[in-house]
Protein backbone atom coordinates (compact mmCIF):
# COMPACT_ATOMS: atom_id res chain seq x y z
CA UNK A 1 0.00 0.00 0.00
CA UNK A 2 1.53 3.45 -0.66
CA UNK A 3 -0.58 7.12 -0.15
CA UNK A 4 0.34 10.35 -0.35
CA UNK A 5 -1.71 12.69 1.69
CA UNK A 6 -1.94 16.49 -0.33
CA UNK A 7 -2.46 19.29 2.28
CA UNK A 8 -3.08 22.64 1.18
CA UNK A 9 -2.07 24.68 4.13
CA UNK A 10 -0.77 28.26 5.39
CA UNK A 11 1.24 26.79 8.22
CA UNK A 12 -0.79 28.51 10.53
CA UNK A 13 -3.15 26.34 12.56
CA UNK A 14 -4.53 28.63 15.09
CA UNK A 15 -6.09 26.23 17.33
CA UNK A 16 -2.70 24.41 17.71
CA UNK A 17 -2.56 24.17 21.46
CA UNK A 18 1.12 22.64 20.90
CA UNK A 19 3.58 24.00 18.91
CA UNK A 20 4.52 20.09 18.23
CA UNK A 21 1.07 18.62 17.43
CA UNK A 22 1.59 18.34 13.73
CA UNK A 23 4.85 16.33 15.03
CA UNK A 24 2.86 14.25 17.29
CA UNK A 25 0.59 12.98 14.16
CA UNK A 26 3.24 12.55 11.96
CA UNK A 27 4.83 9.93 14.78
CA UNK A 28 1.80 8.26 15.79
CA UNK A 29 1.29 7.82 11.53
CA UNK A 30 4.79 6.59 11.57
CA UNK A 31 4.66 4.46 14.52
CA UNK A 32 1.38 2.88 13.12
CA UNK A 33 3.13 1.77 10.00
CA UNK A 34 5.87 0.33 12.14
CA UNK A 35 4.19 -1.95 14.43
CA UNK A 36 1.58 -2.89 12.26
CA UNK A 37 3.13 -4.05 8.62
CA UNK A 38 6.82 -4.14 10.06
CA UNK A 39 7.12 -1.57 6.60
CA UNK A 40 10.65 0.29 6.29
CA UNK A 41 9.19 3.79 6.21
CA UNK A 42 12.61 4.27 3.50
CA UNK A 43 10.30 2.74 1.19
CA UNK A 44 7.91 5.59 1.62
CA UNK A 45 4.16 3.62 2.35
CA UNK A 46 2.69 7.04 3.03
CA UNK A 47 3.59 10.32 2.14
CA UNK A 48 3.02 14.03 3.27
CA UNK A 49 3.10 16.79 0.79
CA UNK A 50 2.31 20.12 2.42
CA UNK A 51 1.47 22.63 -0.28
CA UNK A 52 1.82 26.12 1.36
CA UNK A 53 -0.22 28.89 0.79
CA UNK A 54 0.44 32.77 1.79
CA UNK A 55 3.27 34.22 3.56
CA UNK A 56 3.39 33.99 7.24
CA UNK A 57 6.53 33.87 8.95
CA UNK A 58 5.63 31.72 11.61
CA UNK A 59 4.09 28.99 9.40
CA UNK A 60 6.92 29.35 7.14
CA UNK A 61 8.85 28.45 9.86
CA UNK A 62 6.96 25.67 11.49
CA UNK A 63 6.76 23.83 7.36
CA UNK A 64 10.71 24.12 6.80
CA UNK A 65 11.04 22.49 10.35
CA UNK A 66 8.68 19.43 8.97
CA UNK A 67 10.83 19.10 6.07
CA UNK A 68 13.99 19.52 7.42
CA UNK A 69 13.37 17.11 10.63
CA UNK A 70 15.34 13.52 9.76
CA UNK A 71 12.27 11.83 11.35
CA UNK A 72 10.42 13.16 8.50
CA UNK A 73 12.79 12.79 5.98
CA UNK A 74 11.43 10.20 3.97
CA UNK A 75 7.65 11.12 4.69
CA UNK A 76 7.13 15.06 4.88
CA UNK A 77 7.73 17.82 1.45
CA UNK A 78 6.72 21.25 1.68
CA UNK A 79 6.67 22.53 -1.85
CA UNK A 80 5.30 26.39 -2.22
CA UNK A 81 2.04 26.53 -4.41
CA UNK A 82 3.59 29.11 -6.54
CA UNK A 83 6.43 26.27 -7.54
CA UNK A 84 6.89 23.09 -9.83
CA UNK A 85 3.48 21.22 -10.15
CA UNK A 86 5.31 17.95 -10.81
CA UNK A 87 7.28 18.50 -7.58
CA UNK A 88 4.08 19.63 -5.20
CA UNK A 89 2.67 15.98 -6.87
CA UNK A 90 5.63 14.04 -6.92
CA UNK A 91 8.37 15.68 -4.70
CA UNK A 92 7.08 13.68 -1.42
CA UNK A 93 7.83 10.21 -3.00
CA UNK A 94 10.20 10.55 -6.01
CA UNK A 95 13.43 11.65 -4.45
CA UNK A 96 14.68 13.04 -8.11
CA UNK A 97 11.54 15.94 -7.15
CA UNK A 98 12.13 16.36 -3.87
CA UNK A 99 16.00 17.15 -4.07
CA UNK A 100 15.54 19.22 -7.05
CA UNK A 101 12.34 21.13 -5.67
CA UNK A 102 15.13 22.39 -2.89
CA UNK A 103 17.78 23.17 -5.29
CA UNK A 104 17.63 26.98 -6.56
CA UNK A 105 17.42 25.64 -10.48
CA UNK A 106 14.35 23.91 -10.32
CA UNK A 107 12.90 20.72 -10.95
CA UNK A 108 14.01 18.36 -13.37
CA UNK A 109 12.36 17.48 -16.62
CA UNK A 110 9.62 14.71 -15.84
CA UNK A 111 11.12 12.75 -18.88
Known amino acids: MEMTLIVLTDGVW????REDAVDQVLDKLTD???IIRGIDLLRRPV???FVQFGDDERGIQRLR?????KRYQHIVDITPATENIFKMLLGSFLDK???AGDAEEGAPSPM
Open 32 to 34: SFH
Open 65 to 69: RLDSD
Open 97 to 99: WDI
Open 47 to 49: CVQ
Open 14 to 17: GVMV
